[in-house]
């Protein structure tokens, strides 16, 4: 089946725009995560969704970023005002559960070069 | 979460057992032993979980020791398509059962030569 696809998959914008990355989850997963992950690092958290409902938002760096997941399928992370820091790759990964041990399906990621 | 060191690199011959060593000496009870491994310009793929137990799936095997405080990640036959970044991670189940975040560290680069 297929899995979690991300559009776009690569995304370049200049500093000051703002720009929205799309997340679409492997179908009737409940649970959907957010990570940005810089050069030569591990991916680190940026916000949790269960369904509609965003749990966890600890892991987004400022108020210029923002997440969305409103008919609890398809998300949308959108980053105003972009800024150079903000060049990263962005992997959303979502699991079936929301409880146990399901593993998380990343997808492949929307890098992101801010000009 | 525990914290995890693994080693920043390895290297393995096609054909041999690649075994990759992690450390979570601060591990909790209550606290799962995770693999994922992240393919270059692709996202992290799921490998294989445990809590003390040895598992064993088709992609690889989990050895943890008896005191739970290091980890063996086993790839039995490497090839190189198992070229890729490894990390280990511990992940706690949170109260209520909630599917939570993963906390990646820098993992082992591992390159599987011809």
């Known amino acids: 089946g297929a899995g979690v696809s991300q559009s776009p998959r690569y995304k370049v914008a200049k500093r000051g725009q703002d720009v929205a990355l799309r997340c679409d989850p492997i179908?009737?997963?409940?649970?959907l995560f957010w990570y940005q992950q810089a050069l030569g690092q591990g991916p680190e958290f940026l916000t949790y969704?269960?369904?509609?409902?965003?749990l966890d938002k600890s892991g987004l760096p400022s108020d210029r970023f923002f997440a969305e997941r409103p008919e609890g399928s398809v998300s949308t992370l959108k980053i105003q005002r972009t800024q150079q820091e903000d060049s990263a790759v962005y992997l959303c990964?979502?699991?079936w559960g929301q409880g146990g041990h399901q593993p998380q399906h990343f997808g492949d990621g929307t890098r992101l070069s801010i000009l | 979460d525990a914290k995890t060191t693994q080693p920043p690199s390895m290297d393995c011959a096609e054909g041999r057992a690649a075994n990759l060593p992690c450390n979570h000496s601060t591990i909790s009870g209550n606290e799962y032993v995770y693999w994922y491994r992240q393919i270059h310009s692709q996202g992290p793929q799921y490998i294989i979980h445990?809590?003390?137990n040895n598992e064993t799936n088709e992609m690889a095997s989990l050895i943890i020791t008896e005191d739970r405080k290091s980890s063996t990640l086993i790839l039995p036959h490497a090839t190189l398509r198992d070229t890729a970044v490894y990390y280990c991670?511990?992940?706690?189940?949170?109260?209520?059962?909630?599917?939570?975040?993963?906390?990646f560290g820098k993992g082992t680069l591992l390159t599987v030569n011809p």
């Open positions: 179908s009737g997963h409940v649970s």
């Open positions: 990964a979502s699991s």
């Open positions: 445990g809590l003390k």
């Open positions: 969704f269960q369904n509609e409902a965003q």
């Open positions: 991670i511990v992940r706690r189940q949170n109260s209520g059962g909630s599917n939570y975040k993963l906390t």
